[in-house]
Every structure is written in structure tokens, then in C-alpha cells.
């Protein structure tokens, strides 16, 4: 099984500033089969990234995904007021089909 | 617009079995695999098992293999998931998401229903 550690657990920043996200497996991630989730209290996740890289449907363009092999980032490039929420990352190249442990986004 | 709808949550007590049902709209249900994907309280995201187009094919978790049993109802665009012998650690929000292939991202999510497994 592939367990994917993200880091930091909490990032404490302003609104205009840039926050990175780390996601680090245990095992090569073929493919770079990879996603980006958003999720706000009392909400479904919401798709921001697969592939590693590729922007889903809708997304703004503030949010990139980066990395390869087994290191993984999520930039979000200028903190809007909704983006304060937990994001999780999820490889779909090796069954079971794993998620991060989640890093929550707030407001400093 | 793509929708799922979950249906079935509820308080069960520990060894006791609920059917939760997905109901879907806004896409060709019969193309696409589907998934069930849970959240303990407070606590990240846990893929449950998934299902083939056709049904042919269905996978699971290794938590909750020989318990639980995912189906689908391609007539009626809806999935299933029969769950039997519910633990404590069982209790979470279920959704239901729609994906690609086995492994797969998932752009649609359903909002979730609760289950809930105490005495």
C-alpha cells in the first residue's frame, strides 16, 4: 500500500500569501497519478488537481500541482479568502487507492 | 449537471447491517466506474470499494472485504453498498463518487450520508 505523508499538518498564512503543500509517498507514484482535493466544513472534497499537474474543470489558475516519482507539491500562489481549507492528495496509481492524512490552510 | 445523492445513513448498533444507495443524474452512469469513499469524524478520506461499468468487477478496502458488498443498478442509475457486521470504526460519512477506470480521480462527489455504528 502507498501511504502518502503530507506537510505541513497546519500552514498558518495571510490572505495574498503563497502556500505550499507537501505530499511525499512511500512508493513511486506511476504516472504521476496524483490528485489535489479542497474540502471546507460540512462539504464534499472538490477535484483541484490530477495528474499531478493538470487543473480541473473550473479551477482557478492561483492553484498549481508539481512533482514526480514519490514528491508531490500543491502551490497556491495568492491566498484568497476561500481557499482556508483542509486539502488532501490521492494516488490512483496503486490499489488501494490511498489519500494524505490532510493539511488544513488558515487563517493567521 | 452531474449529481449524486446519497440515501441510508443512520444509527445502527455494533454487528448490524444498513444499505446505503447512490443515486445518479447528469452523465452516462453505465460508463462510468463508481466508488464509495468515507470520512470518520474529524478524520481524513478513506477509499471503500469500487465497481465496474458493467459490475463485472468489484473492489475493496481490506478493512472492510467480506463485510461490505458494492453493486449497481444500471437501469435505475443507482449504487449500493450492503453493509453487514458494522463496527464502531465503520461510523463515517459515505459518499459515493464517480470515477474513470479502477484507479481513478474523482471530479464528482456525492454530499455524503452519515452512518453512524453505537450501542
Known amino acids: 500500500e502507498i501511504v502518502l505523508t503530507q506537510s505541513p499538518g497546519t500552514l498558518s498564512l495571510s490572505p495574498g500569501e503563497r502556500a505550499t503543500l507537501s505530499c511525499r509517498a512511500s512508493q513511486s507514484v506511476t504516472n504521476n497519478y496524483l490528485a489535489w482535493y479542497q474540502q471546507k466544513p460540512g462539504q464534499a472534497p472538490r477535484l483541484l488537481i490530477f495528474?499531478?499537474?493538470s487543473r480541473a474543470t473550473g479551477i482557478p489558475d492561483r492553484f498549481s500541482g508539481s512533482g514526480s516519482v514519490t514528491d508531490f507539491a500543491l502551490i497556491i500562489s495568492r491566498l484568497e479568502p476561500e481557499d482556508f481549507a483542509v486539502y488532501y492528495c490521492?494516488?490512483?496509481?496503486?490499489?488501494?487507492?490511498?489519500f494524505g492524512q490532510g493539511a488544513k490552510v488558515e487563517i493567521k | 449537471e452531474v449529481q449524486l445523492v446519497e440515501s441510508g445513513g443512520g444509527l445502527v448498533q455494533p454487528g448490524g447491517s444498513l444499505r446505503l444507495s447512490c443515486a445518479a443524474s447528469g452523465f452516462t452512469f453505465s460508463s462510468s466506474w463508481m466508488n464509495w469513499v468515507r470520512q470518520a469524524p474529524g478524520k481524513g478520506l478513506e477509499w471503500v470499494a469500487n465497481?465496474?461499468?458493467?459490475?463485472?468487477?468489484?473492489y475493496y478496502v481490506d478493512s472492510v472485504r467480506g463485510r461490505f458488498t458494492i453493486s449497481r443498478d444500471n437501469t435505475k442509475n443507482s449504487l449500493y453498498l450492503q453493509m453487514n457486521s458494522l463496527r464502531a470504526e465503520d461510523t463515517a460519512i459515505y459518499y459515493c463518487?464517480?470515477?474513470?477506470?479502477?484507479?481513478?480521480?474523482?471530479?464528482?462527489w456525492g454530499q455524503g450520508t452519515l452512518v453512524t455504528v453505537s450501542s
Open positions: 495528474g499531478a499537474s
Open positions: 490521492q494516488q490512483y496509481a496503486s490499489s488501494p487507492w490511498t
Open positions: 463518487a464517480r470515477g474513470w477506470r479502477s484507479g481513478s480521480y474523482y471530479g464528482y
Open positions: 465497481i465496474k461499468q458493467d459490475g463485472s468487477e468489484k
